[in-house]
Structure formats: structure tokens, C-alpha cells
């Protein structure tokens, strides 16, 4: 018997989970969750569809285009692409996945096979990817290692071997490390002033008075991250970006704590570290951007800002059992800080990218 070739619809991103193309929504969010679960045995990396709405919708920043493979009605994978819009003209970003019941049938195959041909048709030529593996990886004597020399993936994995066989390149490897904030590392006392270096504090809106010097650090945030082999560019980010960013977030019912360091003598903000929760799911919690500006490296500010914020996550969202964060395998120093703060190594992730010809 032959397996038949999946049929790949649109999804249209509905309005409401309770109006027309909600069910549908719903079908394609229970999908992801179960790839999720397949790779991390827990529903740590599961969204729940409201939250999953809100982060889907189209905004003047990036739009995002899903299909749906089905295969005798049943829906079996999906591919996601995200589009740049306000910078990054030339790149999308694309997540294949396949119900892990519905593996080796050639589903992820036609499914890519759209997701490319409707990139051309947008006229973007660079394709970026990311997989997640759990620790300990299967045994494989085989390790792609980046450009950078930094990191490794199993080459003979499902996803190292899918994007060979699609043409991609293996541009970055990240490191995913886990810490149980009862356990972290904290010091007594913060060195907050020591040095002409103070710390600033909100929680999912950043005050209108530091906006402005808010924005600087999420521009620079996406180039001074070590970003192996991908060609990206500086994004884009003003006041109207960074609110529209935080309504997204809050609208799921995410939350954020953030921790940005002030250079006293200038006022200018040369810092920031973040942390994401959500309403929904408050077991879990992710350590998300952090960056010191290079003018001011060298004093310890990833660290004064991510010990008194991870206080704050103990003190103001008690029941976090579990925060994860993502680091380039590269990025030396901000996974020695990690480390110091009690965090482990519990995956990794392979950033794969496609140069279109
Ligand atoms: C990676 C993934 C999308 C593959 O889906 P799939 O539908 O099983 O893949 P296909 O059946 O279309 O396989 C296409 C090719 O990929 C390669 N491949 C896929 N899975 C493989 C595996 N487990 N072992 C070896 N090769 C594999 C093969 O070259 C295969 O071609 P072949 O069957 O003619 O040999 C799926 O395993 C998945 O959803 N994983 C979790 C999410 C993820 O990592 N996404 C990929 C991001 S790059």
C-alpha cells in the first residue's frame, strides 16, 4: 500500500477563536503542541491557542503565512512562515512540522516544497530555520558543527537530516539550558552604584520617559548577539514598535520583567535583560534577550542585571518551577554567567539557513 500524498491548504488566521476558522486554529495549535511534547516530554513549549492567536495575527512588523498538510482528512503537519516586514526584506523565517505519528511519509517534503515556492513568489531569497533537540541526544557518531567552530547537532537526527536533504546550511548552534529558580545561585547584596552603573525595573510596559533609550538596546539587540553564519540585518525599533510589541504580548497573557542598566552620569541605558511568563502557564518561564552595549562591557552588568531580576521572578512569580534560555555556543561569556547562576545544559538547537538561487 502507498501512502497518499498530503493535501496542503492555507490557513487563514481567524479573528476569534470563537467565530469562523476558529476549530481550524484550534486544530493547527493542538498540532504544535504535540510536536512540542514529542521533543520535550512535557508541555513546556506548548501555547495555549488564545496566546497562540495573538502571536499569529499580522501586524506592520511581520506577517505570517500558514499551511496545512492532510492526509486522509487528518491533519498531519504544518509549515509556518514568518515574514519581516519593517526590516530584513530579504529573509523569512520557516518551522516545519510533522505529527510525530506521521513521520517518514513524505509530509514534511511537499509541505517545504510550498513554503519555498510561496517564498519565491514574495521575492525573499534567504530561507532561516531553527529544530530543538533534548539532552541526552541519541548517540550519533556524526557532528555537524557550525561555521563558528562553536557547537554541535547530530547529523543523523530527523531534522539535521531533513534540512541536508532540503539544502540548508547548518549556520548556528544554541545552547538550551534549564534552572528551578529555587536553586539559583543569588548573591546577598547587589554592587547596584558601585561604579557609576545603576538598575532600572518594570514590569511589561517600559515607562514613557525611557522608551526612546529603550529602543537603542532592541536595535542593537539584533546585531551585537553573536549571529553565526545568518545573513540578518539591524532591525528596525522605535517607541511605536516596542508598544506594539508589549500589547502583542500582554494580549495572550504573557508577562515580562525587565532590568535595564543606567549609566548614571549620562542617563543613557546601556542594558537590558528580560524575562517571559504567561497567565496561562505560570510553571514556566523564559530568560529572554539580554545585552550590555560594547562601550561598556567588562563590568559585570549581565550579571547585576539578571541576579536582581531573577530575585524579583522568585519573589513576583512564585509558582515558576522552571526557566529556560538560549544561548549561541559561541557566546562565551553569557553562558559563564549562566552557569554561575545555577543554569545546566538541557538541549540544543540548530539555526539551519537556505540561500535561494
Ligand atoms: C524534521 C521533520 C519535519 C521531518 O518530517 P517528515 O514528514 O518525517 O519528513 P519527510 O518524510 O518528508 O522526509 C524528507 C526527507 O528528510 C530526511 N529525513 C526525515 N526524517 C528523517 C529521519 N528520521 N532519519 C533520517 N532522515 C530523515 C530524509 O532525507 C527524507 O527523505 P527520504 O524519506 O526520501 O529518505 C519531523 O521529524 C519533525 O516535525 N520534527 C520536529 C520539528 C522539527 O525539527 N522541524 C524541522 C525544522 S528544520
Redesign the pocket.
Known amino acids: 500500500m502507498t501512502t497518499p500524498v498530503p493535501l496542503i491548504e492555507p490557513l487563514v488566521i481567524p479573528g476569534s477563536l470563537h467565530g469562523p476558522g476558529g476549530e481550524r486554529f484550534i486544530g493547527f495549535s493542538d498540532l504544535c503542541d504535540a ?1 512540542q511534547r ?2 520535550w516530554g512535557n508541555d513546556d513549549f506548548c501555547l495555549d491557542p488564545e496566546r497562540r492567536l495573538e502571536a499569529y495575527r499580522h501586524d506592520d512588523y511581520e506577517e505570517r503565512h500558514v499551511f496545512l498538510a492532510r492526509s486522509d482528512g487528518r491533519l498531519v ?1 504544518c509549515a509556518v512562515l514568518d515574514v519581516p516586514l519593517a526590516d530584513n526584506l530579504s529573509t523569512c523565517y520557516l ?4 505529527h510525530p505519528g ?8 511537499v509541505l517545504h516544497a510550498t513554503a519555498e515556492n510561496h517564498v519565491r513568489r514574495l521575492g525573499r531569497t534567504v530561507i532561516m ?4 533537540m533534548r539532552l541526552p541526544a541519541i548517540p550519533d557518531p556524526e557532528v555537524l558543527v557550525p561555521g563558528s567552530g562553536a557547537g554541535g547537532y547530530p547529523k ?1 537526527s ?2 539535521a ?3 541536508l ?1 532540503e539544502e540548508y546550511d547548518l549556520a548556528q548552534v544554541d545552547r538550551i539550558s534549564l534552572l528551578p529558580p529555587s536553586t539559583a545561585g543569588l548573591p546577598a547584596h547587589d554592587t547596584d552604584g558601585a561604579d557609576g552603573y545603576g538598575m532600572v525595573f518594570w514590569e511589561n510596559r517600559v515607562p514613557d520617559g525611557l522608551i526612546d533609550r529603550y529602543a537603542v538596546l532592541r536595535r542593537f539587540m539584533s546585531t551585537d548577539a553573536p549571529l553565526g553564519d545568518f545573513v540578518l540585518e539591524e532591525e528596525v525599533w522605535d517607541a511605536e514598535r516596542i508598544r506594539a510589541d508589549e500589547e502583542r504580548h500582554v494580549a495572550g497573557g504573557g508577562l515580562s520583567l525587565v532590568c535595564a542598566a543606567v549609566e548614571k552620569g549620562s542617563g543613557a541605558l546601556v542594558g537590558h535583560t528580560v524575562l517571559h511568563s504567561s497567565r496561562k502557564a505560570p510553571f514556566v518561564a523564559y530568560q529572554e534577550d539580554t545585552l550590555v552595549l560594547r562601550g561598556h562591557r567588562g563590568h559585570r552588568l549581565g550579571y547585576r542585571m539578571k541576579a536582581p531580576n531573577l530575585r524579583r521572578l522568585r519573589d513576583e512569580w512564585p509558582a515558576v518551577e522552571r526557566l529556560y534560555t538560549w544561548n549561541a555556543a559561541e557566546n562565551s561569556f553569557m553562558l559563564a554567567v549562566n552557569v554561575e547562576l545555577g543554569f545546566r545544559p538541557v538541549g540544543a538547537t540548530a539555526g ?1 539557513q537556505k540561500k535561494l538561487r
Open positions: 510536536v514529542g521533543i503537519g518551522d516545519i512540522l510533522v506521521h513521520r517518514r511519509q513524505g509530509v514534511a517534503k530555520g531553527w529544530s530543538e543523523h530527523a531534522a537530516s531533513f534540512a536533504s539551519w
